[in-house]
């Protein structure tokens, strides 16, 4: 029986620039696919404040980033500004975002999609 390969769109708030326990999962079923040449497009959060980039990895591998979560776009602002205020957003930021830091990225992931 011969395999029919397939065009994946992946999404995932777990791919590199991001370190999380899905993330080397991620990697290895992405490695995976495209180890039976099928053709995969990953769509992931950068770690960049307001950037919309695609890399072309190989003929099997695109990377679209779209822009950086809320959380981390706040607290990269803040890093820059005030150690205190950095602290104070150490605590309560994760108090309001837990346990999904990146919330509200689905939102800009469906709109990159339309």
Do not use: C
């Not at 950095?86 to 975002?97: A, E, M, S, Y």
Request: aromatic share 16%.
């Amino acid at each position: 029986m011969k395999n029919k390969l397939m065009n994946i769109l992946y999404i995932t708030t777990s791919y590199p620039p991001f370190f999380d326990m899905g993330t080397i999962r991620n990697k290895k079923i992405i490695e995976g696919l495209i180890s039976f040449n099928h053709k995969v497009t990953v769509l992931s959060p950068s770690n960049k404040i307001d950037v919309l980039e695609e890399q072309i990895i190989n003929e099997n591998l695109t990377e679209w980033k779209t822009k950086m979560p809320f959380f981390y776009k706040v607290k990269a602002k803040i890093e820059n500004r005030s150690k205190i205020l950095l602290k104070i957003w150490n605590v309560l930021g994760g108090k309001f975002f837990f346990p999904d830091t990146f919330a509200f990225w689905s939102f800009t992931a469906s709109k990159f999609l339309e």
